[in-house]
């Protein structure tokens, strides 16, 4: 099904603080009586695949991609008390990350924006090795000349660490000493194509995409066999160029900047598409340009479409589906529902029906909302093609069956013409400009997926671009594009406990538990967004923080146009 | 909007070589290999303050340095044991739209890789000079580079790298194709 983008301003309601939901419940300890491993574990919520219990073993915490942890000795009473347990630099000339870290017995494993990977004990910060393979950074027509990557992590199945790189190659390490066990060519770089994505890892197959939508880059989704790297299946998320609405030449788009998403119960896997291109100027490729800027529903084992929701017909703006997509069990109508969400560039959040693809609540609305189609002479947008949520996920907490969105509030100038020289988006169909005298502010929003009503929502000074994490201490952690990291209560909004780091932040945090402690870890070093608009300093540093830590004082980064 | 008078930009120097277990950096896609470094002679380092002062562009046609590059040689392997180069136009817009001299600088030894972008262009004689920057080709100087020589037949320069508050690195790049697109 599609929905259209509105055409009519829409300003996002500031929900009140209903607190109708259950209390949050913890048996948590803290750092000086420390408790059992179990008792770190929340009564209420015991690990399973939908959340992370003392490990976060994959991107979202759990295969269905929720970023809940079940720890709960870090509460709303004691996070005034959290503190640096350790931190690491990743690199004399480390910038600018938005690695999203999974953690496995003791060791934490992240990547940097030059497709390192590393692995830390987890308690004390001691690296056990790292990987640095020798990717071209030139190489990608659409990024390369222009040359900025990120990586957002790994996936780690059958004792090997999978990551993708921005030379297009899937890559497998072992998990036990980072030595490279192949590597193998998953697209084809000299289209623009490039990696920005972790894998996925499900039974013996790996799932990724690629990205490039801006610079006429033709999606997919495919299946790895997780032994050799050999493909099992591939779905193109547009036709080929030339062929149905995708104009001849270098047009496509419909690409995969995330994870995608397993449901295991019932094998179905979850994927965000991004725009079609042109990505604003629509002339060329009539109707509603399927499948972009849509959540599918693939049958894992054998990439057969189940069904596709499209968040905006015949995209106009750049909203991109670029964020994971998230796998619940709710309410609706009173009847339980298995659920996907998503939030989209577009700054609308979706709940949908997991088995129809058809919307559970009607769309709702995170930030400023205000869409004409964009002309030669410019038209304000908002949000702007780099507001919304861009590729930050969502966390969905199923103690009060809410889930927690971050947005970018930020209108821009979308104007049809030639490109923005040096932009790298060789496909844009205009240039994108951020008026000085409007608002670039961050956003935190909580909505009931029983009844798709905003439960909270806060407004910061800087975007949150990096997503959100909810524990079962009943607290929202989440990070701005300046450099400080906040915790939220979970069932007010309120700001519980916040820190600045000195350097900013694209990425979400992970939880995890070794010794009877619970950890709160991060990568900070900001995305490229973030340092083009000046918003913080850029790095590249692991934090990992716990009750009764060492004071949290900033950081030095590597300076950025902020600094 | 963050204060720009108080956070001064500063390295972080990491060991590269107490890694523990690191793995050999394989063969890039569509890249020759680099043959074993040999090392070349330390060249004379040069100031973010020399390139703010350097006459703009190349020292030579650039026709005679567009292109791309592999490294042959380091005089710090646990820095630089392989490394590409490619050195490129670029249009900016500002403070002007221009078409300018730039650069990507990839670098892998032992366990870490380092992405460096060279703008700022300039030429203090014969001697090419850049700002070196990591993260994004707007951030603050991270270093320089100096061009250091440039032997047109054999289509190989020598490029120090002079990190702020860090020791000069040289390294002897071969250029393998004149295109800088891949």
């Not at chain 1, 996070?79 to 630099?89: D, I």
């Not at chain 2, 567009?66 to 817009?93: E, Q, V």
């Amino acid at each position: 099904m599609s929905w259209r983008a509105p055409r009519a301003l829409a300003a996002v309601t500031l929900a009140a603080l209903t607190a109708g939901a259950a209390a949050c419940t913890s048996s948590g300890g803290t750092a000086r009586s420390v408790p059992s491993s179990a008792a770190l574990l929340s009564d209420a919520v015991r690990p399973g695949p939908a959340a992370a219990g003392m490990t976060w073993p994959v991107f979202g915490g759990g295969t269905d991609n929720t970023r809940f942890s079940a720890l709960g000795q870090i509460t709303t009473g004691n996070v005034a008390r959290l503190g640096v347990a350790w931190s690491k630099p990743l690199g004399q000339f480390s910038s600018l990350n938005e690695s999203y870290p999974v953690m496995i017995g003791r060791t934490v494993y992240l990547t940097t924006s030059t497709d390192e990977v590393m692995a830390f004990d987890a308690a004390t910060g001691v690296r056990n090795w790292s990987y640095a393979p020798m990717v071209d950074f030139s190489l990608s027509r659409g990024v390369g000349g222009y040359g900025v990557a990120v990586n957002r992590g790994v996936a780690i199945s059958g004792g090997k660490v999978y990551l993708l790189t921005f030379d297009d190659r899937l890559r497998a390490v072992s998990q036990a000493t980072g030595e490279e066990l192949w590597s193998t060519v998953v697209a084809d770089a000299h289209t623009g194509a490039y990696e920005t994505s972790a894998p996925t890892a499900w039974q013996d197959l790996i799932f990724g995409g690629d990205s490039g939508s801006e610079d006429g880059v033709r999606g997919f989704v495919a299946a790895y066999h997780a032994a050799d790297g050999s493909p099992a299946w591939r779905f193109w998320t547009v036709p080929a160029p030339g062929q149905g609405w995708v104009p001849k030449g270098p047009h496509g788009g419909g690409t995969i900047y995330m994870p995608p998403t397993i449901d295991t119960s019932t094998g179905l896997l979850y994927a965000g598409t991004g725009n079609p291109s042109p990505a604003i100027v629509g002339v060329s490729r009539p109707g509603a340009d399927l499948y972009t800027d849509s959540i599918l529903a693939l049958r894992a084992r054998t990439g057969k479409l189940a069904w596709y929701h499209q968040q905006v017909a015949h995209d106009l703006w750049d909203y991109d589906a670029a964020a994971p997509v998230m796998v619940f069990n709710t309410v609706a109508g009173g009847k339980p529902v298995r659920a996907v969400a998503e939030a989209g560039k577009s700054g609308y959040f979706f709940i949908i029906d997991a088995k129809t693809g058809k919307n559970l609540f009607a769309p709702v609305p995170f930030v400023t909302q205000h869409h004409t189609p964009p002309t030669s002479a410019g038209t304000l947008e908002c949000p702007g093609s780099q507001g919304g949520s861009q590729y930050g996920p969502a966390a969905f907490s199923p103690q009060t069956r809410t889930a927690f969105v971050t947005g970018l509030n930020m209108c821009m100038m979308l104007k049809v013409g030639p490109v923005s020289p040096g932009s790298g988006e060789k496909d844009f169909g205009g240039t994108a400009t951020v008026p000085p005298d409007l608002p670039q502010t961050g956003t935190v929003t909580a909505v009931d997926t029983t009844t798709g009503k905003v439960r909270w929502h806060v407004t910061l000074p800087y975007p949150m671009i990096g997503g959100a994490t909810a524990t079962a201490g009943g607290l929202v952690f989440a990070g701005d594009a300046h450099g400080t990291l906040y915790a939220f209560d979970a069932r007010t909004g309120a700001i519980r406990w916040h820190a600045y780091l000195g350097i900013a932040i694209g990425a979400a945090p992970i939880a995890y538990a070794v010794g009877g402690t619970e950890y709160i870890a991060l990568v900070a070093g900001g995305s490229p967004l973030s340092a083009n608009y000046h918003w913080g300093n850029i790095g590249a540093r692991m934090i990992v923080l716990r009750l009764g830590g060492s004071p949290v004082r900033p950081y030095p980064g590597t300076g950025g146009p902020g600094a | 909007m963050p204060d720009r008078r108080r956070v001064i930009p500063v390295l972080v120097l990491l060991s590269l070589t107490g890694a523990g277990c690191t793995s050999a950096a394989p063969v890039p896609a569509g890249g020759p290999a680099s043959s074993p470094a040999s090392a070349p002679r330390p060249g004379p380092a040069v100031s973010v303050a020399d390139v703010a002062r350097a006459a703009p562009g190349w020292p030579a046609p650039k026709a005679a340095y567009l292109g791309r590059y592999k490294l042959t040689g380091s005089s710090d392997p646990s820095f630089a044991r392989a490394g590409l180069l490619t050195l490129f136009m670029r249009t900016i817009t500002k403070p002007k739209k221009m078409v300018v001299p730039s650069g990507i600088l990839s670098v892998y030894g032992p366990g870490a890789t380092s992405v460096l972008y060279l703008s700022q262009f300039g030429h203090l004689g014969q001697r090419g000079v850049a700002d070196v920057t990591a993260g994004l080709y707007a951030a603050p100087p991270a270093g320089t580079v100096a061009l250091t020589a440039f032997t047109a037949d054999s289509h190989t320069l020598t490029l120090v790298l002079s990190p702020s508050g860090g020791a000069p690195v040289t390294m002897r790049f071969t250029r393998y194709s004149a295109d800088p697109h891949p």
